[in-house]
T-cell receptor, first 115, second 119 residues
């Protein structure tokens, strides 16, 4: 079955550590996105990528980094510069505007907690 | 920049009755898409319904329908014959159609509305 896989489901980070959240899709989608979800604030865009080896900052990119070396993969690194990383992180993908498809498909999320 | 506002943090409905969730948005664009996503306790985001701004006809998907008022920038979701499985957080989202495919499909979300369904 096609879909988006995020791992791990739960992740714990110590102060000062970098951690990487995995996102893999087998939908052959060009565009991929990372969102952060906090209570009462909806989803906010961290980074997005339209094609391999290209990505753009979203609204809250500070303290995060990404790479897009393969079409299927879009890992997110939460660096020690992110002062309040405890949140629920969602990865999404879409076929892109040019393909005429408009909806985004989401992974099941990673819950990151600072300990 | 576009903004999406959901003014109802929580709503409740009796099973089998109808409920309407509100959403307003602000944009200077004429071509865009609007979505309602459902997030149940599993936290999986599920697309409920989609509306293209250039279409005057309101979208319908089984028990779910929208009231799209482009001039008023309003996009409400009506759930008919509510079921226990409809209990979830509902998000309204905006996506620019973009010119030349440059929108990248970014979604702007509202704050969400928690829907409770009472048996």
């Amino acid at each position: 079955d096609g879909g988006i896989t995020q791992s791990p489901k739960y992740l714990f980070r110590k102060e000062g550590q970098n951690v990487t959240l995995s996102c893999e899709q087998n939908l052959n989608h060009d565009a991929m996105y990372w969102y952060r979800q906090d209570p009462g604030q909806g989803l906010r865009l961290i980074y997005y990528s339209q094609i391999v080896n290209d990505f753009q900052k979203g609204d809250i990119a500070e303290g995060y980094s990404v790479s897009r070396e393969k079409k299927e993969s879009f890992p997110l690194t939460v660096t020690s510069a992110q002062k309040n990383p405890t949140a629920f992180y969602l990865c999404a993908s879409s076929a892109g505007s040019l393909a005429g498809r408009t909806e985004a498909f989401f992974g099941q999320g990673t819950r990151l907690t600072v300990v | 920049a576009q903004t999406v506002t959901q003014s109802q943090p929580e709503m409740s409905v009796q099973e089998a009755e109808t409920v309407t969730l509100s959403c307003t948005y602000d944009t200077s664009e004429s071509d865009y898409y609007l979505f309602w996503y459902k997030q149940p306790p599993s936290r999986q985001m599920i697309l409920v319904i989609r509306q293209e701004a250039y279409k005057q006809q309101n979208a319908t998907e089984n028990r779910f329908s929208v009231n799209f008022q482009k001039a008023a920038k309003s996009f409400s979701l009506k759930i008919s014959d509510s079921q226990l499985g409809d209990a979830a957080m509902y998000f309204c989202a905006y996506r620019s159609a973009g010119a030349g495919g440059t929108s990248y499909g970014k979604l702007t979300f509202g704050q969400g509305t928690i829907l409770t369904v009472h048996p």
